[in-house]
């Protein structure tokens, strides 16, 4: 149990277009989803926390108009990367928390966005 | 803030020795969390510790919290080749939507 997937696994875009990347809970609900970025050989940084049904909350020094994300469903949340750029190419990993199991989250298997 | 600093960030070791990653972070939290990343990959849970004297065991990885001291240690008994990864500790916040916030990170490499 506890299964998120992320698609897609890889993408490749080139600099000014836009990017969507799903994180699914497959097995449960989640009523807290994260995402987090991570540049090679670094550790995972939060970028915003997503509570099903209203607005992220973003971490301080993040775009949230680069950065969409919408939790639309208990089951889904989508982190749309806008007007890319070389510099956001990296290793974006969701998590997703159910409100019944308590606090533990669940990490995806993560999106690499390479911005050409 | 919270601050999570893991040491060492680079290991080497042998094959069949003994060692210890140590995680310090800085202010009150209930959840510390161990996590393992290879290469290319997304990680993967290895314990959480919700108590001061917390210890979980799993194969040759143990995991210990003191919370008084702020610092969990995890430690690698008769390390072998495939333990061989990066390894996180991560700290919950103590309120709210129990945001984790993620130590440096330690690269292990077992030399056989």
């Known amino acids: 149990g506890a299964v998120v997937s992320q698609h897609p696994s890889w993408v490749i875009c080139k600099s000014g277009t836009s990017v969507k990347i799903e994180c699914r809970s497959l097995?449960?609900?989640?009523?807290?989803m994260f995402w987090y970025r991570q540049f090679p050989k670094q550790s995972l940084m939060l970028m915003a926390t997503?509570?099903?049904?209203?607005?992220?909350?973003?971490e301080q020094g993040v775009e949230k108009d680069k950065f969409l994300i919408n939790h639309a469903s208990l089951t889904l949340s989508t982190l749309t990367v806008t007007s890319a750029h070389p510099e956001d190419s990296s290793f974006y990993i969701c998590?997703?928390?159910?409100?019944?199991?308590?606090?533990?989250?669940?990490f995806g298997p993560g999106t690499r966005l390479t911005v050409t | 803030e919270l601050k999570v600093e893991q040491n060492p960030l680079f290991l080497s070791m042998q094959e069949g020795k003994n060692y210890t990653i140590y995680c310090n972070y800085s202010?009150?939290?209930?959840?510390l969390y161990w996590y393992r990343q290879d290469p290319g990959k997304s990680l993967e849970s290895l314990f959480v510790?919700?108590?001061?004297?917390a210890v979980k065991q799993e194969g040759r990885l143990m995991a210990s919290l003191d919370t008084k001291a702020r610092l969990s240690t995890l430690h690698i008994t008769a390390a072998v080749h495939d333990l061989s990864a990066t390894y996180f500790c991560?700290?919950?916040?103590?309120?709210?939507?129990?945001?984790?916030?993620f130590g440096t990170g330690t690269r292990l490499t077992i030399i056989p």
């Open positions: 998590s997703a928390r159910s409100g019944s199991s308590g606090y533990e989250q669940y």
């Open positions: 097995d449960f609900q989640a009523t807290t």
């Open positions: 997503s509570n099903e049904g209203s607005k992220a909350t973003y």
């Open positions: 202010t009150t939290s209930d959840r």
């Open positions: 510790l919700l108590s001061n004297g």
């Open positions: 991560a700290v919950a916040s103590f309120f709210g939507n129990e945001k984790l916030t």
